[in-house]
């Protein structure tokens, strides 16, 4: 399987997804991881893009609706 980064650069270089613009942290900075980053939230989100629900969501989704082919191993 590929990993979340490989797949997201890779979707990135065909124009099939972007990062997410604007996107605002919900809960207080107080918390704010800055270690950790996203390239699909414009690297402002406190997680890993490995660990990223709404990118696994949105790539979940394409390979669903046959969008997009991911390799097994
Ligand atoms: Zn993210």
């Known amino acids: 399987m590929e990993t979340l980064t490989g797949i997201f650069q890779r979707l990135w270089a065909k124009g099939l997804l972007r990062p997410r613009k604007g996107w605002i942290r ?3 900075s107080s918390n704010f991881d800055l270690s950790k980053n996203c390239a699909y939230h414009s690297n402002i989100q406190d997680h890993e893009i490995e660990e990223c629900p709404a990118l696994r969501n949105k790539i979940q989704n394409m390979i669903e609706k046959r969008k997009i ?5």
């Open 69 to 73: 082919i991911v390799q097994q191993e």
């Open 26 to 28: 919900k809960h207080s």
